[in-house]
């Protein structure tokens, strides 16, 4: 995935921001897509009409958004340095010595005003420090008619990836107004108005290929909408409008392996943005509601393993110690089927239905737990930042002691997953990274061409559970694996610990 904007050195873009010069229509406290404003284009003999005179109208509302950025890194210390190949290898004022240099650089993309005293909306991610050590130094918004204004952030929201600006303009603005993004169809005609590779306003149209497409981003709003029309970088923070000239979407990012358009683009939905940016607006503060766990979606794999409806449900693959769903009761394993009534599927996950939850109210979660349901009460937390979440990484260091363990006994055979196993002690998990309270059995080597190997297990990995029974030896392993195929199972569901913090379920065909 990809963010839709542009970030390189000021020197390249020294034009970049310049726009095709659009007169503003006379000043009115109307929006551009005021209802009758605009005459809906319908489509004719199988094709829409022109999208022109609707273009003419919306284009002044939207606008180029771009900061200007430090970026401060210690450059390599010149291995030459004092010797007579110094300045042939970066001793002079270029640097080189180890001392930190200071860059400029600028990113692009797209906005559009939605009052007509300047408020503008886009993407987080637009006016954000775009590197590590960057530090924005000021954003500046360009009109339609290529008047430049210097922009104050009002507020900002990282996990829905929206921010709104404020600039001070003589006068009125264009500008335009949210629509109704949950009457949006697949097949709708829409269209994308930004400012991709900086080349100034441009216009492309398609249609919608997906509703609440998630990207794999993890957060609780990945649900866009998906669509053909042409989304590039500088394209993001730009409108998406249907042919009534309604905001339906924010443009936000792409699919594509070189960052240009493949035709896979992706919109936040009006629905999601609009409240997000009232509040801003308002000064208030976004929060979401929290559980603490780590989901998975029930996939064909661990729905055979579990024995569970697939796409129904998500199965908890790991539990913060002390969260509100430690608290609650909430176990590894558990499979939530609803969230206050409403079903988990792929459109409606256990993440968006608890971040729409207001922190501290109850919740009532329907779990199946060993193959039977359950009711959980608990009280919803508050959603941590998302560069705090984000903090808690995987450590994939391989450190288990080769041959036998630290007992001496040797390591249990290859059993029917194609897996080597051993106990799990202390001193094995602080070599691997992982907390010396975990318990489990450690995989000391996998046979490749098994199902285990297929699925990215590896040497160092750590089994709590299979099917959601404790093991503590190769044998609880085997006992619990020939239970299941017993069963009538052709897959078991491993409970996997991976260094800090990483893991979760796996689900491994039984061999034989």
Do not use: C
Not at 175 to 182: C, N
Not at 266 to 288: N, S, V, W
Not at 347 to 365: F, S
Not at 397 to 417: K, T, V
Request: hydrophobic share 40%; charged share 15%; aromatic share 4%.
């Amino acid at each position: 995935m990809r963010y839709a904007y542009a970030l390189t050195s000021a020197l390249l873009l020294g034009g970049a921001a310049a726009t095709v010069a659009i007169q503003h229509p006379a000043a009115a406290q109307v929006a551009q897509n005021e209802p009758g404003a605009i005459q809906a284009v319908a489509p004719k003999a199988g094709a829409p009409m022109s999208f022109a005179d609707m273009v003419a109208k919306l284009q002044p509302a939207v606008v180029n958004v771009s900061t200007a950025q430090k970026i401060t890194q210690t450059a390599q210390a010149n291995p030459f340095a004092g010797t007579p190949f110094g300045e042939l290898f970066g001793g002079g004022a270029g640097g080189g010595d180890g001392q930190p240099v200071t860059r400029e650089a600028q990113s692009l993309g797209s906005g559009f005003i939605i009052s007509p005293d300047g408020y503008i909306v886009t993407n987080n991610h637009v006016i954000a420090a775009g590197a590590k050590g960057a530090t924005v130094e000021s954003i500046t918004v360009t009109l339609a008619d290529r008047k430049e204004y210097k922009a104050r952030l009002v507020g900002r929201d990282q996990a829905s990836d929206l921010a709104l600006l404020k600039i001070d303009a003589p006068g009125t603005l264009p500008f335009v107004k949210f629509g109704d993004s949950t009457r949006s169809r697949v097949g709708d005609w829409v269209v994308a108005i930004g400012q991709p590779f900086g080349l100034g306003g441009t216009v492309t149209a398609g249609i919608i290929s997906a509703l609440h497409r998630q990207t794999g981003l993890g957060s609780p709003y990945d649900r866009f909408i998906q669509t053909d029309a042409a989304i590039n970088q500088g394209n993001s923070g730009g409108p998406m409008f249907n042919l009534n000239g309604d905001v339906i979407g924010i443009n936000s990012q792409i699919y594509s392996q070189s960052g240009g358009n493949i035709g896979i683009g992706f919109a936040i939905p009006a629905e999601e943005a609009r409240p997000i940016i009232d509040k801003l607006r308002t000064g208030g503060k976004i929060a979401r509601g929290y559980l603490g766990v780590g989901i998975q979606p029930v996939t064909s794999d661990i729905s055979a393993a579990l024995g569970v409806p697939v796409n129904q449900g998500e199965v908890i693959g790991r539990i913060e110690p002390g969260g509100p769903g430690a608290r609650a009761g909430l176990h590894q394993g558990d499979v939530v089927t609803r969230v206050n009534g409403t079903l988990v599927t792929p459109d409606t996950t256990l993440a968006y239905q608890v971040a729409n939850i207001a922190p501290g109210a109850p919740v009532r979660l329907d779990v199946i737990r060993d193959g039977r349901p359950q009711t959980i009460n608990a009280t919803v937390g508050t959603r941590p930042p998302e560069d705090q979440l984000a903090a808690t990484t995987s450590d994939d260091d391989d450190g288990i002691p080769g041959g036998d363990n630290a007992q001496g006994q040797p390591a249990a055979a290859a059993n029917a997953l194609g897996l080597t196993v051993q106990p799990l002690t202390p001193a094995i998990a602080r070599s691997l990274g992982v907390d010396t309270t975990t318990q489990g059995v450690v995989i000391a080597a996998v046979d490749p061409q098994s199902d285990a190997g297929g699925k990215g297990l590896k040497r160092g990995d750590v089994i709590s559970a299979v099917n959601s029974a404790p093991v503590r030896t190769g044998a609880d392993v085997a006992r619990v694996v020939a239970g299941a195929k017993a069963a009538g199972r052709a897959e078991v569901l491993l409970l996997i610990t991976r260094g800090k913090g990483g893991g979760g379920y796996i689900p491994v065909k039984i061999k034989g």
